[in-house]
């Protein structure tokens, strides 16, 4: 399962708790993947970031074990 509860900036003024890691991740990756006009043959744009941030935290907690 994905931890969703990790948080990319905590100690962000700005908003109280910070970002999700993995929304962190998957505005990463949707920058990319926009800036190749949204194409891909795996979904929408959207989902495509969110598999590719899910697998970016698996493949991270996988090397920190």
Not at 33 to 62: C, H
């Given at each position: 399962?994905?931890?969703?509860?990790?948080i990319?900036f905590?100690?962000n003024?700005?908003t109280?708790?910070g970002?999700s890691?993995r929304?962190?991740?998957?505005?990463?990756?949707l920058?990319?993947?926009l800036?190749n006009?949204?194409?891909?043959?795996?979904?929408s744009p959207?989902y495509?970031?969110?598999?590719?941030?899910?697998?970016?935290?698996?493949e991270?907690?996988?090397?920190?074990?």
């Amino acid at each position: 399962p994905i931890d969703n509860d990790r948080i990319a900036f905590p100690y962000n003024t700005v908003t109280n708790g910070g970002v999700s890691l993995r929304d962190y991740f998957a505005a990463a990756a949707l920058t990319g993947l926009l800036a190749n006009a949204g194409q891909t043959e795996y979904g929408s744009p959207a989902y495509v970031a969110f598999k590719s941030a899910d697998a970016m935290i698996e493949e991270r907690e996988r090397r920190t074990k």
